[in-house]
């Protein structure tokens, strides 16, 4: 493998954004024919440092060659004559355009100036069946899933003959069996001789997919090992610069209802769900992405006015909320699955904490001074530097961002804390305390109901798991029992979809 | 128990000094110092107390209607039909006092502004209409009642206590003048320092975000609105009193210039930011430059066109600055 050409070189790259110095002196090599991975927490660097593989971004000092041609910064038509494709985050499809003339779009096969038709079609196939991928050629972008629109950015790379293809975070927004699909994708690629270097939190995937991992920490690098090098231990220490403890889950649960669900309709064709929480215990919902888990806290949370169900809170039979408003006033409340939806990013952490509620001392008069003071004095119980709180929140990474938004609901002192996906794209450090202070909201005696693409988290903070499948319940597994492990808990998941499909 | 918190973040705060972070945020002041510069060396008397006077009492209907479209900016809306509730209201002011008395005619003139703000309110909050079209539409229909009610000619009143809210003075300060003040300091305190302004911001800058914190999201768009008709009504009151005659057929300007003020203020198109000084800084601009092309002696047609390159520079520079701040 060490014996392989250099594909991408990258020789004392340094580059500010502002005050901001976001990458430091980094020199990297990218072998041929490797998957190389870049790990470190958010605003170490990562990205910045495949923006500037990708020529995206231009740098301050330093250069990048790939296969030993220099790459100029911002030149879009530089990088793809050195064969580099980029795969961001946010997905850059046409929604109006077809799958296919998507995955042509800018080099569209063409005879004498005119369209091509045929050929592409031909090619479109071509590609599909290579990578034995099913994607219905004439089909809208806007109607393909988040995975089937990634699939198709990168048959983009692959029609436009890409030698290196660069991802950022490809599997953050995919649930379990789309990143298997996508990681056969990339080894498949790997094993036509392409290079391929990404950025992912997942240390699971890091490990599973990669050949070479290169952790990047506060914009230098730190560490480049092949991955028989690493343990998911020894990356975590890399990263963060000191071990970091997950708290063991203490349950807290007692016997008292909080909620009492019977019935829950969200989709018209589905089992009604029903379920009851109790005050001092974390339920985790689980399930594929499309499973009914985000519908159904949604619809908890008064955001799918159709749905419909029976709710008891404390005892107290009520009606089923139709608008966040009736919901907020049943002590229920929804940590939103994306956090840019729940945070206004223009204002601080203090503004957001406080808007939809009255002030401390007064119903319709702000005091900046009192509020800046309650927002501050919670601050630390979920790892948030009080120092941040006036910083508008768009400017904070996505774990601060968390941070700020769980401190916000959980100051409404909610009996039923809804959390959805709360630990989605940040940092293993700020995971940590994200997922501590869910265990210390429920100590406080709150119901909290949580969800996460990732059960390994699920099951390292709650005291049982309810699997979603196709909109109801198909199973639930207690803590300490036989089938609380991730295997079982998957193919409960699995088994369950295959058996309603037949 | 877990780790004590550690301010995990590795992003630095953004310089203050940033010359573009200040540019963006004061650089329509330091224009209006200097358009005060040129105006006080281009001709003597600029700052005499009685040119200040007429400047502000000249500008008080659009300043009074600026304060109002700042809230409207700032909740992510927007109000084309404040000329027409202009025109109309000053015409039932003068029409209702002819036959009814100045009381009545005062308060028809606040109750048909009142209706046209919630009839847009409804539209826009209610039926989701893009706020364009809908203050497009009303203000048509608002103006074609304001000619059926006139039947197209102008009402004259000849009472002169019908001229006081536009011509009386208040220990020597023209009233409309006071009236501009009083609602530059009550806008701006509200949307600054009451819940209701805070909850504005938050539907303006992300309306996901506040019907998630249990906002009344629509209530609160549609009360915007309901402002800016309350103003524009007063604002025809007052420009009907000053000339002593009602018409449908004034106020064509008014929007846009509302609309010009609030925006060389810097308040931003795209909602969530903004404030009511910056407008007072916006209308002084508009003003001053008005004055100095009066005094000029240039030709009307001319301050046209620079009210224009001003408003588009302003909004182009706008969206430089931020562009620059947030790469």
């Known amino acids: 493998m060490s014996l392989a050409p250099i594909a991408v070189r990258c020789e004392g790259v340094d580059k500010s954004f502002g005050a901001t110095h976001a990458v430091k002196h980094v020199s990297l090599d990218v072998r041929e024919g490797s998957i190389h991975a870049l790990v470190g927490e958010n605003g170490a660097g990562k990205s910045t440092v495949l923006g500037v593989i990708s020529g995206r971004v231009a740098p301050d000092t330093g250069s990048v060659s790939v296969f030993g041609e220099q790459i100029r910064g911002g030149h879009p038509t530089d990088l793809r004559n050195a064969g580099i494709a980029t795969i961001y985050q946010e997905l850059t499809m046409v929604p109006a355009l077809t799958a296919e003339e998507n995955v042509f779009l800018g080099h569209l096969p063409a005879r004498r100036g005119l369209l091509d038709v045929r050929a592409r079609r031909r090619r479109f196939l071509e590609i599909c069946e290579d990578f034995g991928l099913s994607i219905q050629p004439e089909v809208p972008a806007r109607e393909l899933s988040v995975s089937q629109q990634q699939m198709v950015e990168i048959m983009r790379g692959v029609a436009a003959q890409a030698r290196v293809l660069l991802l950022d975070e490809p599997s953050a927004a995919l649930a379990e069996r789309e990143r298997e699909t996508l990681h056969e994708l990339l080894f498949t690629l790997q094993r036509r001789g392409s290079t391929i270097v990404f950025v992912s939190h997942n240390l699971d995937e890091v490990m ?3 050949d070479r991992i290169t952790v990047m920490r506060d914009g230098a690098l ?8 690493w343990t998911k231990k020894s990356l975590i220490n890399r990263m963060v610069g000191h071990d970091v403890d997950f708290d063991e889950r203490q349950s807290t649960r007692t016997n008292d209802l909080v909620a009492k669900i019977t019935d829950v309709t969200v ?8 379920m009851d929480i109790r005050r001092g215990e974390i339920v985790g919902l689980w399930g594929l ?5 985000t519908s159904f806290l949604k619809s908890l949370a008064g955001l799918m006015p159709s749905s419909a169900g029976s709710l008891e809170i404390d005892g107290q039979r009520a009606a089923w909320p139709g608008n966040p ?14 956090r840019r939806r729940g945070l206004v990013m223009q204002m601080d952490s203090v503004d957001n904490h406080w808007i939809g509620r009255h002030g401390p001392y007064s119903p319709s008069r702000i005091n900046r001074g009192h509020e800046e003071g309650v927002v501050k004095e919670a601050a630390p119980r979920f790892g948030f530097a009080p120092s941040r709180v006036r910083t508008p929140v768009g400017q904070l990474s996505g774990g601060n961002q968390q941070k700020a938004l769980l401190s916000k609901w959980a100051a409404r002192k909610p009996k039923l804390f809804l959390v959805d996906e709360p630990t989605r794209g940040i940092d293993v450090g700020a995971k940590a305390e994200v997922l501590n202070s869910l265990g210390r909201l429920a100590a406080d005696g709150a119901g909290v109901v949580v969800t996460s693409s990732e059960l390994e988290e699920v099951l390292g903070v709650c005291d049982r798991v309810l699997v979603f499948s196709r909109g109801s319940v198909v199973g639930e597994v207690p803590r300490g029992g036989a089938e609380f492990s991730v295997e079982s808990i998957l193919q409960l998941g699995f088994r369950a979809g295959e058996e309603d499909a037949l | 128990m877990s780790a004590p918190p550690k301010g995990t973040g590795t992003e630095t705060p953004r310089a203050k000094t940033d010359v573009a972070t200040l540019l963006l945020r004061y650089g329509m002041v330091l224009v209006l110092l200097a358009l005060i510069v040129a105006a006080v060396l281009l001709y003597n008397g600029f700052l005499a107390p009685a040119n200040i006077r007429d400047i502000l009492a000249q500008n008080a209907p659009v300043g009074i209607i600026a304060v109002a479209m700042t809230f409207v900016l700032i909740g992510a809306g927007f109000d084309l039909s404040v000329g027409a509730t202009f025109a109309l209201a000053g015409t039932v002011f003068a029409g209702v006092t002819l036959n009814y008395g100045l009381a ?5 003139a606040l109750v048909a502004g009142l209706l046209a703000g919630l009839v847009n309110g409804f539209l826009v909050a209610g039926l989701n209409v893009n706020p364009f079209v809908a203050t497009l539409g009303s203000a048509s229909v608002i103006s074609g009642l304001a000619f059926i009610y006139s039947k197209s000619s102008p009402f004259i009143v000849e009472d002169i206590r019908f001229q006081y809210l536009g011509t009386a003075t208040l220990a020597g300060v023209p009233v409309p003048i006071l009236i501009l003040i009083g609602t530059f300091i009550v806008g701006s305190f509200v949307l600054a320092r009451t819940t209701y302004g805070r909850n504005l911001f938050a539907v303006g800058g992300n309306r996901e975000a506040a019907r998630l914190s249990g906002i009344p999201v629509r209530g609160l768009t549609a009360s915007t609105y309901v402002l800016t008709g309350l103003c524009a009504a007063l604002a025809g009151m007052i420009s009907a009193s000053r000339l002593g005659v009602g018409q449908a057929d004034v106020g064509a300007s008014v929007a846009l210039d509302a609309i010009a003020v609030v925006v060389i203020g810097g308040t931003s198109l795209l909602g969530g930011e903004g404030a009511v000084w910056r407008s007072a ?14 005094a000029l002696n240039v030709n009307q047609n001319w301050q046209l066109i620079a009210k224009g390159l001003i408003v588009v520079g302003a909004v182009a520079l706008d969206a430089h600055l931020r562009k620059r701040e947030s790469t």
């Open chain 1, 289 to 293: 992405v499309g499973s009914g888990r």
């Open chain 1, 222 to 229: 730190v560490a480049d090992a092949d991955t028989n090098d």
């Open chain 1, 208 to 210: 599973g997919l990669a």
């Open chain 2, 281 to 294: 800084v916006g209308l002084l601009i508009l003003a001053t430059l008005t004055n100095v092309f009066f």
């Open chain 1, 325 to 338: 408003r009736d919901s907020q006033a049943l002590g229920i409340a929804l940590l939103p699955e994306d």
């Open chain 1, 267 to 274: 989709r018209p064709n589905a089992h009604p769900i029903s």
């Open chain 2, 104 to 108: 009545a005619g005062a308060v028809a």
